[in-house]
């Protein structure tokens, strides 16, 4: 079955960056938009990035401000997410999701980012 | 900007009700790309519908979903336990990308 693994959260100070991971299986990796999204504690979710199967298509919500950004290697399966320039705004669980640009059909199960 | 408002924020009602969710744009949203998801305590997001009324894959029939234009629904025609839950609208853009409702929760009275 469809399985999406993030890992690559943790604590870091403002200002500092940190590289999310998403392996994924059970479905051919490159035949799919991929996204992240994230939710901020106890608050609602919020688009991030997505990029389609080919790496040709890149799209990022306004907030990103060429802080992030999203890359896969198709060859491991693998979505990434560079995260850069961290601010206290920016915690969050965030979501590796199968799918885009229109909506996202399977989700992790989250990797916390705390920025403190 | 499109922004989605959903209503009533908390709905309370008994299992075997039926719940009536609401999820509103500031402007005209293409139908196919109306989504509903639904998110369980500690737990991510699970897609329920797509296109504004076509269920997921391993959605029970309860789960329906209406609407077009501004105005879209979400109904669940009879509470079971495991329904009680938040629900998240969502609509895409081309330019805009991915954008969400508040949620609505749904609690057991």
């Known amino acids: 079955q469809v399985q999406l693994l993030e890992s690559g959260g943790g604590l870091v100070k403002p200002g500092g960056s940190l590289r999310l991971s998403c392996v994924v299986s059970?479905?051919?990796?490159?035949?799919?938009?991929m996204s992240w999204i994230r939710q901020a504690p106890e608050k609602g979710l919020e688009w991030v990035s997505c990029i389609s199967g080919d790496s040709n298509y890149r799209q990022d919500a306004d907030f990103v401000k060429g802080r992030f950004t999203v890359s896969r290697d198709n060859a491991k399966n693998s979505l990434y997410l560079q995260m850069n320039s961290l601010t206290a705004e920016d915690t969050a669980i965030y979501y590796c999701?199968?799918?885009?640009?229109?909506?996202?059909?399977?989700w992790g199960r989250g990797s916390l980012v705390t920025v403190s | 900007e499109i922004v989605l408002t959903q209503s009533p924020v908390t709905l309370s009602l008994s299992p075997g009700e039926r719940a009536t969710l609401s999820c509103r744009a500031s402007r005209t949203v293409k139908s196919n790309s109306l989504i509903w998801y639904q998110q369980k305590p500690g737990q991510a997001p699970r897609l329920l519908m797509y296109?504004?009324?076509s269920r997921a894959t391993g959605i029970p029939d309860r789960f329906s979903g209406s609407g077009s234009g501004t105005d879209f629904t979400l109904t669940i025609s009879g509470l079971e336990p495991e329904d009680f839950a938040l629900y998240y609208c969502q609509q895409y853009s081309s330019s805009l990308g991915w954008t969400f409702g508040q949620g609505t929760r749904v609690e057991i009275k």
């Open positions: 999701v199968r799918g885009g640009p229109a909506f996202g059909s399977d």
């Open positions: 296109g504004a009324s």
């Open positions: 059970g479905f051919t990796f490159s035949d799919y938009y």
